[in-house]
Each structure stands twice: as structure tokens, then as C-alpha cells.
């Protein structure tokens, strides 16, 4: 279970820039939000931290919350500003939290919040191609965009079609399954948009046809 964040955390977090995300605060706080996957930390000098999507998204929770006042017996708070966000890679076997409206609204903030990372981490500050969180966060990046663009995720359930994101022995790369050649060319568009380097592939045991997608660098 994640631990919620402290008193302290939380005020780092409201802190932040409201358009760069850049954090304030000592190098044990800051580390610690790191080791939460609620911030990083600049590869370039003076090597501030910024929050990541899932920072982001701590903030909202925050926010959200200070401006609806819960039922003292609701218990999801804490979940939601851990930074428990991840987006759908296809046939988890248990479902989201939010489902719904509810869900689009994680889901739309949490790409905002990934091109804002772009946008810091990028030498040149360009959105259109992935940054170097996502390179290292191969199958969440890829799924974050397709679910973005309104695909639909696969199920745990038989008969829950939709997409699916697995890991490839190749470092830089994962692969998109689809039940259908319509959602499988999708699927390349969407991923072709967001700045990944995407084709279509026959698996040479099955003949099914898949996607083998790489963030694309340049």
C-alpha cells in the first residue's frame, strides 16, 4: 500500500511553481519526493527538482480536495495524493480506481502534467517526442498516450478487447497488440503523434500482427 504523503510533503508539493513545477525545499524533502516518483531531478545545472505527472497529479488530488470538503469515512484521499496514477498498459487484473468521467480527467492531466516534463527536459524544450522519464518508463509512456488519445484498454475479463503494452527484449522498444487491424493502424497514428517511432509487425508463430513502437529522438 503507498504511504500517504506527509503534512510536510504536501505543502512541498502546493508550493510549486504553478507553471514550471519547480520545487523549493531541502535535499531531503526534495529526495524523498524523488524516491516517491512525485519529482525529479534536472540532469542540467543548478539541478532543480520539478515535479513529475505523478506530482502533478498529487497536486490536483490536493486541490480537488481542499476545494470539495469529503465525508470524514471516505478513505480515498490518501491514495489519490500518493501519486498512484498509472496509466493503463491492457489486461490488468484489477481495475482502476476511478472509472468513467472521473478517469478521463486522471488521464487528461496526467499527459498535460507529461508534456510539461517534455517541455523542462528536453534541451530544446519540444513537446512533439519523449523525454528521458519516458524512455526509461517505456510501457507506462506508451500507454499513457494511447489511453490519452481515447483508446480503450484491454480487460482482465475474456471478451475485453482493447489494446494491449508489453515490454520486448528490445531495450528501447515495446509492443502494441490490438484485436483488429482498424484499431492496430490507430493505435500507430496515435503513438506516430506523440512522438514514437511505430510500424506494424507479423509475429512469425501466430501471424498476428502487432506494433513495435521506439520514442523517437530527433
Keep these: 500500500m503507498t504511504r500517504p504523503l506527509t503534512a510536510a510533503q ?17 535535499e531531503a524533502q526534495l529526495t524523498a519526493l524523488v524516491k516517491r516518483g512525485l519529482a525529479f531531478r534536472h540532469p542540467r545545472p543548478p539541478h532543480d527538482h520539478f ?34 496514477f498509472a496509466a493503463r498498459a491492457g489486461g490488468e487484473p484489477v481495475p482502476p480506481a476511478s472509472e468513467g468521467p472521473a478517469r478521463t480527467r486522471e488521464v487528461r492531466s496526467a499527459w498535460q502534467g507529461m508534456l510539461e516534463l517534455r517541455r523542462m527536459t528536453n534541451p530544446d524544450a519540444s513537446t512533439d517526442r519523449p523525454c528521458a522519464w519516458e524512455r526509461t518508463h517505456l510501457v507506462q509512456a506508451a500507454a499513457l498516450a494511447l489511453e490519452a488519445a481515447g483508446h480503450r484498454p484491454a480487460g482482465a475479463a475474456e471478451g475485453e478487447d482493447g489494446y494491449r503494452v508489453r515490454e520486448t527484449p528490445q531495450p528501447d522498444a515495446v509492443a502494441v497488440h490490438a484485436p483488429d487491424a482498424p484499431t492496430l493502424r490507430a493505435c500507430v497514428e496515435t503513438l506516430e503523434a506523440s512522438g514514437w517511432q511505430a510500424g506494424e509487425y507479423t509475429e512469425p508463430r501466430t501471424r498476428r500482427r502487432y506494433v513495435l513502437a521506439s520514442p523517437r529522438r530527433v
Excluded: F, N, Y
Excluded at 511553481?17 to 525545499?25: S, V
Design 10 to 26: 504536501r505543502r512541498l508539493i502546493e508550493a510549486a511553481d504553478p507553471g514550471t513545477g519547480r520545487l523549493k525545499g531541502t
Design 51 to 84: 515535479l513529475t505527472p505523478a506530482g502533478h497529479r498529487a497536486r490536483e488530488a490536493q486541490a480537488q480536495a481542499e476545494a470539495e470538503p469529503s465525508e470524514p469515512s471516505e478513505p480515498q484521499a490518501p491514495a489519490s495524493t500518493g501519486g498512484v
